[in-house]
Each structure stands twice: as C-alpha cells, then as structure tokens.
C-alpha cells in the first residue's frame, strides 16, 4: 500500500514528533524511563539486545525516528493495564514496618517494598509455595513501588499459572 492510498484509509498522518510525544505522555503516566519500557519489552518476549531496543526508544523519543505502532500499541495497553491494576488495588492496606519498609499480602504473595539508597524502593514478592518473581529495577518513589508490584504481582500470577498448565500437560503426556 503507497502513502497516499494509507491516508485515505487511515485519514490521519502523524509526524514523529506527534508520535514522539505520545510516546513521551504514556512514559510519564506509567512512570517509567526507557530502561523501564525496555525491561518490559524483554520479559514479553522481545529477543533484541538491550542496547537494541533502549537505542529505537531513545530514538523514537527524541523524535529522530517515528514511535512504531507496535511499540505506542503496546505502551497505550500498559497504560490501561496499570489503570486496571490502581483500580483493582486501590484499597489494599499496607503496614510500615520499624525498618522503613512497607508490606501488604495480596492473594498468595507476600509483597514488601524496601527503601534503598538515595530514596529509591526495591519490589519484593514471594509466594506462599516460596517461588518469588524477578525483582524490577529500583523504583524512584514509594507510589512508584506500588505500582510496579501491582505489575509484578501480575507476572508473578502469569507464570504460576502457565507453570501449572505446563506440569499438567505432563502429567498427561502432551508434552
């Protein structure tokens, strides 16, 4: 399909720095730096370097090249799902203990937010059965914490899951 025949379809052609900008307002509003994003992009499958993907992010942020649809797609379904997340989330109590740190249980995990150097909060999860989802890059802020267990929480349900089906797939032999 040539440009043209594209804008009569879509009737709408955005510039990089438009797209750019996009890109940008769903950053903020996940809180996420490029290193965050890319770090997500890893754990959903993308098989680029690192260095690879922060490169098209930095790119596409300063506006040199035009945000891919997939990559404004994907962090548009970030955004919803970290507005899901706060929802469903909202009321959960979370106790400070003497060290600073803050904890809550959700479901099967226990999740404790602890303050690092510099103000920043590491995420730590574990299960009840002991299994216990990679550990984000520090977070900036202790709401910034809490939101990004929401996420890893998710994950950590995610693989618990498609680990289970996986061992049930063995059990029956349709390996």
Request: with cysteine; proline share 3%; net charge negative.
């Amino acid at each position: 399909m040539n440009d043209e025949s594209e804008k009569i379809i879509t009737g709408l052609e955005r510039s990089a720095e438009e797209l750019s900008k996009d890109l940008h307002l769903a950053l903020v509003e996940l809180d996420w730096t490029p290193a965050a994003l890319m770090d997500r992009m890893r754990s959903l499958g993308d098989y680029r370097s690192p260095a690879t993907i922060l490169r098209g992010i930095n790119r596409a942020l300063e506006g040199q090249i035009k945000p891919s649809g997939e990559l404004l797609a994907l962090v548009q379904q970030a955004v919803r799902f970290k507005r899901r997340l706060l929802r469903t989330y909202r009321d959960v109590v979370w106790t400070k203990l003497g060290d600073g740190s803050h904890t809550t249980q959700i479901e099967d995990f226990t999740i404790t937010l602890s303050p690092q150097t510099r103000g920043r909060w590491r995420v730590n999860l574990v299960h009840k059965d002991g299994f216990s989802p990679s550990w984000p890059r520090l977070q900036d802020t202790l709401e910034a914490a809490k939101h990004m267990a929401f996420i890893t929480l998710d994950n950590g349900q995610n693989w618990l899951q498609e680990y289970a089906d996986e061992q049930a797939r063995e059990a029956a032999g349709d390996c």
